[in-house]
């Protein structure tokens, strides 16, 4: 019957009720947006990582992840790539030659790390194929073709088909340059990617660098990602004298954001729970005090005080948890509708794309953050009755039966 | 008959340190299984405290009050709402019905604080509100009930804990005639069927003319103890 009261006692002030429950179910809504938004942001930020440049696995020789030195080569890569594209678990797999140097075109000249790579085996592997918006990806047959990103073309004012030279370090050690032909424009969408990546065919790279048969880096990308670290391992032990990294070994910042979501999801719905929380002991205080005398009476007649703290508490946790259904309704409606359509923040492009972001978030809802809400907001609900409840149990009822 | 309610030199002080304002002053009263006693007196008189004190709602500030031999003067606060579910019935001025509960749950809630069976509840609950007239009212809300009828659901709340006695304060106060007329026949004969033990404070010459015994309280002093 203490249920079936506390109930009721949340609706004798109707209005007041509906407000907290709207309350409750608009924070819940704003926190688990943000965190659905973040979320989604953050899944394609790393989507969009492996797709255009990390890859789940990378082979190095272990000497050429510290100062990218031309000789630190996979001496046996050919070798390797195709045992790799012989693996069940292996969707794609790609050799890359990767150098830094300089591009220099008749205005201005700029740093650059240059990739060769081997055009039909990168398009399994990266999407930078599917980026390009001017000219191809290598779809012309003569020598000396080089993608590059929107950004670097407009920094050094070239256009599609103009020439531009590459300057770098060979094998050697001799300062070398190769005059390369602008086949493709591409745009990803991390503007600091393009303005400072090119890519070159393999072997027109490997003719100037002078390094034969060998290769600086292994991409691969798998059949199914979650199998990432299990993958790796196995790989690890084949080939123990190369560096074998998986995507977050490789970009540990993204793996710790990736991470850290769930902790920023708590402490931001906790900060709009203790914010409600103030509205709700609000609420509970005055339903207290104008039932004053109705404690008074209860108490007179035999309830006592365990029972009379259980009954706030329970109108206090009745009266928040109301508004969860609506909050976690509202939220799956809309986040489930914006999860097809996206968000468009093509207004913000210039800033997003900067940091690898897409124009286009799609919020992902996690089943998961469900029941931790549900319990903070119940927890929250519980201490926010203890000082109305309180209040109550420190009546006389002898006092308090006779208040108007 | 022995005696159910004894005071011995019952006092109650307010503002003891500043202005004293003794609203019971050392008053000895006894209270017989049985009886049907009026507490009469101008306003301010003492009334509502003595049956306070002796229902165990305020601490006195003097004295002791003995329910059946037992002194409740030094009980816990605790131990005194258990006392009073076990031992008093009360029936207050405003009736102070559970307003979200209907008639029937109004009384059943006493014997669910007293952890009674549902069946047996359900079925006391009925029986109560039938011996007052309201067997059609059953599930009716407060608000959609009479002053004088909540006042009889009140009574039957009262009944509902199976008390040795029933405290009611200006129990016809809000009523009009019809209902305290009512209202009066019915504790009457809960009194003379049940032999349940009534003490009511009370204005009305009615109550009063009901009444086998009288008290006349004045400045917080019995002036008149009257039996019929």
Known sequence: MLFKIAWRNIWRNRTRSLVVISAVAVGLFAGMFIMAFFQGAINQEIESMVETQLSHIQFHNPAFIDDKEVNDTIANGQSIVKRLKQDRDVKAVSGRLITAGMVSSSSTASGVEIHGVNPEDERSVSDISKDVIEGGYFTGLKKNEIVVGEKLADKLSVKLHNKIVLTFQSKTGDLTAGSFRIAGIFRSRNSSFDQVTVFTRFDDLAAILGTTGGMHEIAVVLKEGQKTNAVAAGLKKQYPSLLVQTWTELSPQMALLSGIMDQMMYIIIGIILLALMFGIINTMLMAVLERQREFGMLMAIGMNKPRVFAMIVLESVMLTCAGIPAGILFTSLTVGSLAKHGIDLSSFSKALSQYGFSNIIYPVLKQSMFMPVILMTALTAILSAIYPAIKALRFKPAEAIHKI | ?228
């Open chain 2, 1 to 228: 008959m022995g005696n159910i309610i004894e005071s011995h030199h019952l006092s109650k002080t307010y503002n003891p340190d500043t202005i004293p304002v003794h609203a019971v002053n050392n008053v000895d009263l006894a209270v017989e299984e049985g009886e049907f006693t009026a507490l009469v007196g101008p306003s301010g008189s003492g009334k509502t405290t003595l049956l306070n004190l002796i229902g165990g709602l305020d601490y006195p500030t003097g004295g002791e009050v003995k329910i059946e031999g037992v002194d409740i003067t030094n009980m816990s606060e605790n131990k005194l709402i258990d006392f009073r579910l076990k031992n008093i019935g009360f029936v207050f001025q405003a009736y102070n019905l559970i307003p979200v509960l209907t008639a029937s749950e109004n009384v059943e809630f006493v014997m669910l604080l007293q952890k009674t069976s549902k069946n047996e509840r359900e079925k006391r609950a009925v029986e109560l509100l039938t011996e007052v007239g309201l067997k059609d009212k059953l599930n009716k809300r407060p608000s959609e009930l009479s002053g004088g009828q909540q006042q009889r659901v009140a009574v039957a709340r009262a009944l509902a804990s199976k008390p040795r006695f029933i405290l009611a304060d200006e129990p016809t106060a809000n009523l009009d005639s019809v209902s305290t007329e009512n209202l009066l026949e019915i504790m009457a004969k809960l009194n003379k069927e049940d032999n349940m033990t009534f003490i009511f404070s009370t204005h009305d010459q009615r109550v009063i003319d009901k009444a086998r015994r009288v008290v006349t309280l004045v400045d917080g002093k019995i002036v008149s103890d009257t039996k019929k």
